[in-house]
């Protein structure tokens, strides 16, 4: 009594705490335009209910997650084991229902004449005039039933429990599933990042280019050393060289995404133009409740906690009287044109066992111990399931808006750089700037180029994180 008191009031903490959860939350609409806020909006809507194949609408993308789907060896694996689940609940179904067997036996005995069967067998005739065979044949065969009476439901919440770990290994494949949809997703989004890299760092090696022509053509004219010369060609070397470094890069993410969609490597598909154009959307929350119906872990958590309960209860039902009925109907005979007379050869028979442990309990003492300590464990992993649940969200949110506002600075310094590197070159060709100001503001305008294009890429990245946090991407 004393476990079950501790349990109820677990159960109330974790009730509770989601409640405290609540107001903190409440419903937030994440947009472009809209401020960092917890609170002040009523739409109920969850980003985490759209299916996501409406959610991504990308057609490459779309594509490259339907076949993780179905080809995905781990996801196969997981498969098996919500199937390997499946299988014990209908094992322990059949556990409370009567088992009815049939077989049949032959034997053949010897025995000796000085044994009571043995004198029986001689001086008693089976007919007039006729002896017991020897040896004895003995040939029988029939039906057997036993039947385990589940009073105290012992059978059946075992049974129970093993439904509510099948219904949490199939969750447990769905939350498998939201990982592996926003696993694929965000190294999708990652190679469409590096074939930007790749154009943008092109592009610069043909401005440098044109800069170490104009250099050299300064050096003949006695305007530059050959210092500036050198220079101008090593930053162009180190640009052509970085191309092989985003090149390697590309292969990498592109084999990355070729195993989780279990194939062996191959070019990924994909349209990387519009990757600067894309706009991490609006994503709603809804309400912190609505996280207990769409996180595929937080219902497994509520599965294996339901589980756990009902092991207590029939590890409880240990410690009372178990009652078996056994019962035989069938034909027993010493010769075939015997075995089928009847009732001659008739013989059936009904036993009733009644079982209670009496002394040296102390393994169904332990089982219930460990039953109780389970269930407890099922209970704080359950709590901290939610409050995981609760953080990511928070931090997605959070990350979507900060992204957004460091990715508009960015492109205004990006604009700004773009602008010098031309106004640089003029002043260069003038003789009213030094090549090192060229120098440098190139590579500057090439490292704020290369930081907004990772910026857009964690503004996706966030954005594909908030519809995992939310539990979407499973449906």
């Not at 089982?367 to 995981?388: F, G, I, K, P």
């Not at 928070?394 to 990006?414: D, G, T």
Request: contains cysteine.
């Amino acid at each position: 009594m004393g476990s079950t008191k501790i349990l109820t009031g677990s159960i109330l903490v974790a009730v509770l705490g989601l409640s405290a959860c609540v107001p903190a939350l409440k419903v937030r609409e994440v947009r472009q335009d809209t401020p960092a806020s917890y609170s002040g909006s009523t739409d109920t809507v969850n980003s985490g209910s759209v299916p996501w194949q409406r959610f991504f609408d990308d057609p490459y993308l779309r594509d490259l997650i339907d076949s993780a789907l179905a080809n995905n060896q781990e996801l196969n694996v997981l498969l098996q084991e919500v199937e390997v689940a499946r299988n014990e609940a209908r094992a322990r179904k059949g556990e409370y229902l009567p088992f009815v067997d049939i077989g049949a036996a032959a034997e053949l005995e010897k025995v000796g004449e000085h044994t009571r069967n043995g004198a029986v067998e001689h001086n008693l005739p089976i007919a007039e005039d006729q002896a017991f065979p020897e040896p004895l044949p003995d040939l029988r065969f029939g039906a057997m039933a036993s039947w385990e009476l589940d009073i105290w439901k012992k059978l059946r919440n075992g049974r129970k429990a093993a439904v509510m770990r099948y219904l949490a290994s199939a969750e447990g494949r769905n939350f498998m599933v939201t990982h592996l949809v926003a696993e694929i997703a965000d190294s999708y989004y990652e190679l469409m990042a590096l074939d930007n890299q790749l154009e943008i760092l092109r592009s610069n090696i043909a401005v440098q280019q044109d800069a170490l022509e104009v250099v050299r053509l300064e050096k003949q004219a006695a305007k530059v050393t050959e210092l500036a010369v050198k220079r101008f060609e090593a930053e162009v070397l180190k640009n052509r060289s970085a191309q092989f470094d985003i090149m390697q890069r590309i292969i990498e993410t592109e084999n990355r995404i070729n195993f989780l969609v279990g194939r062996y490597p191959q070019p990924v598909l994909r349209s990387s133009d519009p990757f600067s154009g894309l706009v991490a959307d609006s994503v709603f929350a809804g309400i912190p409740a609505q996280l207990l119906t769409h996180r595929p872990d937080i219902r497994q958590a509520e599965f294996e906690l339901a589980a756990a309960k009902l092991d207590v209860r029939a590890a409880r039902a240990e410690f009372f009287p178990s009652v078996r009925l056994t019962a035989g109907v069938g034909f027993n005979a010493f010769n075939t044109s015997y075995l089928l007379e009847s009732p001659a050869s008739l013989v059936y028979g009904l036993t009733g066992d009644l079982v209670a442990p009496l002394v040296n309990r102390n393994a169904i003492k332990a089982a219930y111990a460990s039953a109780n300590a389970r269930q407890l464990q099922a209970v704080h992993a359950y709590e901290r399931t939610l409050l995981n649940a609760y953080v990511e969200v928070v931090n997605r949110m959070s990350a979507i808006e900060n992204l957004r506002q460091s990715y508009r600075m960015r492109q205004q310094r990006v604009d700004a750089l773009s602008t010098s590197v031309t106004i640089s070159g003029n002043l260069f060709r003038s003789a009213r700037a030094d090549y090192v100001e060229v120098l440098l503001t190139q590579r500057e305008a090439l490292e704020s180029r290369f930081e907004l294009v990772e910026t857009q890429l964690e503004q996706m990245k966030a954005r594909v994180g908030m519809y995992q946090a939310l539990g979407g991407g499973w449906k």
